[in-house]
C-alpha cells in the first residue's frame, strides 16, 4: 500500500474514534446532569407527546430561528437541509448494495452541495458584514465557514469538474470497515476533500458543532409543563431534604 | 432629571448600532459581610477567589444540564443580538444575549474544554482575571433574567440562567450584590423583603379594611395568621402599602368576600417574592419556599393563592413543588399553588362576580405580560392561559382595551426593565434605559389609541414602571395593578350606591 493509504486509513480510524468517544461521552455527560428546576420557555406542552413535536419543530424548521431573523434562518435552513441531502447521498460509498432511496435521492444529493456553499455564504457574510454578529465572532468560527466551505467545493470538484476513481474510494471505506484497508485513489481533490472531513469529526467533541446533540438536551424545549402536577426532583436536590 | 442620557423614542425600529463599553461603569452596591453571611457566602473576596470561582463554576457544570449545555452549544449564529431590552436601550454589546453569555464562556472554555485550553486564541478563551470579574459584576447585574432572548435562540439557551450561574459564583467567592442579599436577609429575620414586622402589617390590614368599610359600606375582611382559613395568600410585601400594589390587595380580598371563601395573610410567609432565584442560589430559593409550606402547615389551610407577582409566581408555579413540596396536605382539588388571576377568573366564568365595566370608563387600557409569567410560568389548564387569563380579568372589568403590539406582548414581551434583581436605585440608569422597548410600545398604542393606563401583575415591573415612566413623558400613575381593575368594577353585595365612588380609585 502507497503512504498515502496508509495515512488516510490510520487518519480516518482516529478521527472515527475521536467522533463517536468524543460525541459519545458528551452526550453521556449532557444526559447525567439533572436538570434540577423546570424551566421550560412557556408557553411549553403539557404532554410528552406535545414535546416530541416541539422538538420535532426546531430540529427539522428552525421553529424558533424562522420566528427571530428570517436572514440566519433562510441561511441556516438552507445549509443543513442540504447538508442533510449529501450526507444521505453518501451512504452509497459505505454500502455493496446500495438503497433504493439512497439511489433515488442522488440527483437531489449532488446539486443540493450548491445549497450547502450558498447557505455557508450567506452565513458568513453576516458574520462579515453585521456588526454585532462580528462582535461576537471568534476566529474559529470563521475557520468553521472555511472548512465546510472547504469540504463543499472539494467535492463539487470531483462531482462536476473532474471525476475521480470514485470505485476505488467506495473500496477504500468499505475495506476500512471490514479491517481490510485497500488503497486510496490520489487526485488531489479527493486527498483535500477527505483530510478536511477528518478534521471535521476530530474538532467535532471539541467545538461548537455540540449544538447538534446540544439541542435535544436542551431544558428549555425538551420539557414537559407540568410542575404542579408531577414533582420534579434531582437526586442531589433530593439529599438536601435530608 | 437624570445624570444620563434618556435614549430617545425610534421613529424606525431599526436596531441600533453597538457602541462599545457604553454601560462599563453601572455596578450595583456590592454586599457587605453583614449582608453576605447569613445567606453562607464569605463576606468579601476571598484571596484565593480564583480557584474558588473555577471550583464553583465546575460544580455548577455538574448540577445544572442547562449551565452544561447552554455553554456548549451557541453557534454565534446572532439571532438573539437583537432581543435584548437592555441591549436596545444601551447598544453596549456586552448587554446582546450572547454577549453576556460569552464573559463566561470564554472562562469556561479556558478552564474546561481541550480548545480552550491549547488553543485559547483561537475559540476566543480568556483566563479569570479581576478584569473579567469586575465584568461579571457589571453586566450580570445587566440581565434582568427575564428570557426574552431564550425564546429566540434555536437551541433554547437561556441568558437567565447563565447570569443566575454567574451571581451564584460571585456569591460563592465574597462578592455578592447587596440588593438582593439584604432583601434575602430580611425574608429570613423578619419575613419579607421590606421588613414589615406582624404589627406593621396587622396595622395596614387594618386600615385597609377601614378603608374600604368607608368606602362601600361592606365589612371586607383582610385577615392575618388566621388559623382554619381555607386559603392561604401569599403575596409580594410590596401589596401591603406600594402604589398601586395595594389596590390589587383590595381587590384580591374583594373577590374572596364575594366568593365567600375564608382566607388569611401569613406573618410568617409575608412574601411572595423569592430572590433566592436571582442569586441562582437553589438552597437559598428553598429556604425562602419552605416558608410557606411552613405557614400553611401553621395555619391548617386547605389552598395556597399567590397574589400578583411575576418571579414570585415563577417560583411558585414552576419551582415550589420542587422545593417544598409535596403538598399532599392541601385539598387535592385545587392546583397548588393557584394564581389569584386562575381564581377570579374562575368566578368570573361562573357569574359569581357582579362587575360593572362602566366603572372603569375614565380609563382606556393596554396590558403589560410580565416576562417571568409569560415565558416561565402558566395559568389555568392550557398553554398560553398566562396570557389570556389576565386580559380576560381586564376585560370583564373594564370597557376600552387595546393590546400593544404583537412583537412586544405574550411571549415575545420585553422586560419592564427592573427585573431579575436590578430594582434598586444604584441601578436607576440602567433600569430607565432597559425600559425603552417597552415605553415605545406603550407610547404607540397612546397615540393610535388614546390609552391613558397600563395594568400589571408583578409587583416588580409596577414599581419599576412607576419609577421609569416619568423619563418617557408619562405620568408614574398610569400603572395600575389588574385587581386594581376589578376592584373598582365589583359591585359588592350589599355595597352602598354613590355616586362619587370613582375619584377615589383614581389617583
Known amino acids: 500500500m502507497s503512504f498515502v493509504s496508509i495515512a488516510y486509513t490510520a487518519l480516518f480510524y482516529a478521527a472515527a474514534i475521536v467522533f463517536l468517544v468524543g460525541v459519545g461521552a458528551r452526550i453521556y455527560r449532557y444526559a447525567k446532569t439533572p436538570a434540577p428546576l423546570k424551566i421550560p420557555t412557556t408557553p411549553a406542552p403539557t404532554t410528552t407527546g406535545g414535546v416530541v413535536l416541539r422538538m420535532f419543530r426546531e430540529v427539522v424548521f428552525f421553529q424558533s430561528l424562522f420566528r427571530s431573523n428570517k436572514w440566519i434562518w433562510i441561511f441556516g435552513w438552507i445549509f443543513h437541509f442540504s447538508l442533510l441531502l449529501v450526507l444521505l447521498r453518501h451512504i452509497r460509498y459505505f454500502q455493496d448494495q446500495v438503497w433504493l432511496w439512497v439511489t433515488l435521492i442522488q440527483p437531489f444529493g449532488k446539486y443540493a452541495a450548491f445549497g450547502m456553499i450558498i447557505g455557508l455564504l450567506g452565513l458568513w457574510a453576516r458574520r462579515i458584514l453585521v456588526d454585532r454578529v462580528r462582535y461576537i ?33 467506495k473500496a477504500f471505506f468499505l475495506g476500512m470497515m471490514r479491517f481490510s484497508p485497500q488503497e486510496l485513489p490520489t487526485d488531489p481533490a479527493l486527498l483535500i476533500h477527505l483530510f478536511l472531513v477528518a478534521l471535521l469529526l476530530i474538532v467535532f467533541p471539541i467545538s461548537k458543532l455540540l449544538h447538534a446533540p446540544g439541542v435535544f438536551f436542551s431544558p428549555t424545549r425538551n420539557q414537559v409543563d407540568n410542575p404542579r402536577e408531577k414533582r420534579h426532583l434531582a437526586p442531589w436536590a433530593a439529599e438536601l431534604e435530608k | 432629571m437624570a445624570d444620563f442620557d434618556v435614549p430617545k423614542f425610534r421613529e424606525i425600529p431599526i436596531i441600533p448600532k453597538l457602541q462599545e463599553g457604553t454601560m ?25 477567589w480564583k480557584e474558588v470561582a473555577i471550583d464553583k463554576m465546575g460544580e455548577l457544570l455538574g448540577k445544572y444540564r442547562s449551565f452544561q449545555v447552554f455553554l456548549d452549544a451557541c453557534v454565534k449564529c446572532g439571532a438573539c443580538t437583537d432581543k435584548c431590552h437592555y441591549y436596545l436601550g444601551t447598544t453596549d454589546p456586552k448587554n446582546m444575549p450572547v454577549g453576556r453569555q460569552d464573559l463566561l464562556r470564554k472562562v469556561y472554555r ?29 453586566y450580570f447585574h445587566q440581565c434582568s433574567q427575564c428570557r426574552r432572548c431564550s425564546v429566540f435562540c434555536p437551541y433554547g439557551i437561556d441568558t437567565a440562567e447563565i447570569s443566575m450561574a454567574a451571581r451564584e459564583i ?35 390590614l387594618e386600615g385597609i379594611e377601614e378603608d374600604v368599610e368607608e368606602e362601600t359600606g361592606v365589612k371586607v375582611r383582610y385577615p392575618l395568621d388566621e388559623k ?127 362587575l360593572d365595566k362602566s366603572r372603569n370608563d375614565d380609563m382606556t387600557l393596554t396590558y403589560h405580560d410580565s416576562c417571568n409569567v409569560a415565558r416561565a410560568s402558566r395559568m389555568g389548564d392550557t398553554p398560553g392561559g398566562q396570557f389570556t387569563i389576565p386580559r380576560d380579568i381586564i376585560k370583564a372589568s373594564c370597557n376600552n382595551f387595546y393590546d400593544m403590539s404583537a412583537d412586544t406582548v405574550y411571549d415575545s ?16 440608569e440602567l433600569r430607565v434605559k ?32 412607576a419609577k421609569v415612566m416619568p423619563y418617557y413623558g408619562f405620568t408614574l400613575d398610569q400603572i395600575v395593578s389588574v385587581h386594581q381593575l376589578v376592584s373598582n368594577a365589583l359591585i359588592l353585595t350589599g355595597q352602598k350606591s354613590d355616586d362619587d365612588e370613582d375619584e377615589g380609585d383614581e389617583d
Not at chain 2, 450584590?177 to 406582624?198: A, D, M, R, S, T
Not at chain 2, 434583581?421 to 441601578?427: H, I, M, R, V
Not at chain 2, 425600559?435 to 393610535?448: G, I, N, S, T
Request: hydrophobic share 40%; charged share 20%; proline share 5%.
Open chain 1, 137 to 169: 465572532s471568534a476566529p474559529s468560527d470563521h475557520l468553521m465557514l472555511a472548512l465546510l466551505i472547504g469540504i463543499g467545493l472539494s467535492g463539487m470538484m470531483m462531482t462536476f469538474v473532474s471525476h475521480t476513481d470514485i470505485v476505488s474510494v
Open chain 2, 24 to 48: 462599563e461603569h453601572s455596578k450595583p452596591y456590592v454586599a457587605k459581610a453583614d449582608f453576605q453571611q447569613p445567606l453562607g457566602y464569605p463576606g468579601e473576596l476571598l484571596d484565593n
Open chain 2, 110 to 138: 479556558r478552564y474546561f474544554t481541550f480548545a480552550g485550553k491549547y488553543f485559547p486564541k483561537l475559540v476566543g478563551a480568556q483566563d479569570l482575571t479581576e478584569e473579567v470579574l469586575d465584568d461579571w459584576y457589571s
Open chain 2, 170 to 204: 460571585m456569591d460563592a467567592v465574597g462578592k455578592g450584590q447587596k440588593y438582593c442579599n439584604e432583601i434575602i436577609g430580611k425574608v429570613f429575620k423578619v419575613g419579607n423583603n421590606l421588613g414589615l414586622p406582624q404589627p406593621a402589617l396587622e396595622d395596614t
Open chain 2, 228 to 354: 382554619g382559613a381555607e386559603v392561604l395568600l401569599v403575596t409580594p410585601s410590596a401589596d401591603f402599602f406600594a402604589e398601586p400594589h395595594v389596590d390589587g390587595l383590595i381587590g384580591y380580598g374583594k373577590v374572596f368576600h364575594e366568593a365567600g371563601i375564608s382566607w388569611t395573610l401569613s406573618s410568617h410567609a409575608s412574601e411572595a417574592a423569592n430572590f433566592g432565584m436571582f442569586i441562582g442560589s437553589y438552597e437559598n430559593m428553598k429556604r425562602v419556599s419552605m416558608r410557606i409550606r411552613e405557614a400553611a402547615l401553621d395555619l391548617g389551610v386547605k389552598r395556597i393563592i399567590f397574589g400578583e407577582c411575576g418571579h414570585a409566581w415563577r417560583v411558585a408555579y414552576s419551582f415550589l413543588n420542587t422545593l417544598a413540596g409535596p403538598f399532599d396536605f392541601l385539598d387535592p382539588n385545587y392546583p397548588v399553588p393557584q394564581h389569584i388571576c386562575e381564581f377570579t377568573h374562575d368566578l368570573i366564568k361562573q357569574g359569581k362576580l357582579n
Open chain 2, 413 to 428: 414581551t420585553y422586560c419592564c426593565g427592573g427585573g431579575g434583581g436590578l430594582l434598586t436605585d444604584d441601578l436607576m
Open chain 2, 434 to 465: 432597559g425600559a425603552l422597548p417597552r415605553m415605545e410600545a406603550l407610547k404607540k398604542v397612546v397615540d393610535e389609541h388614546g390609552v391613558t393606563h397600563m395594568a400589571a401583575i408583578c409587583a416588580i415591573c409596577k414599581s419599576q414602571f
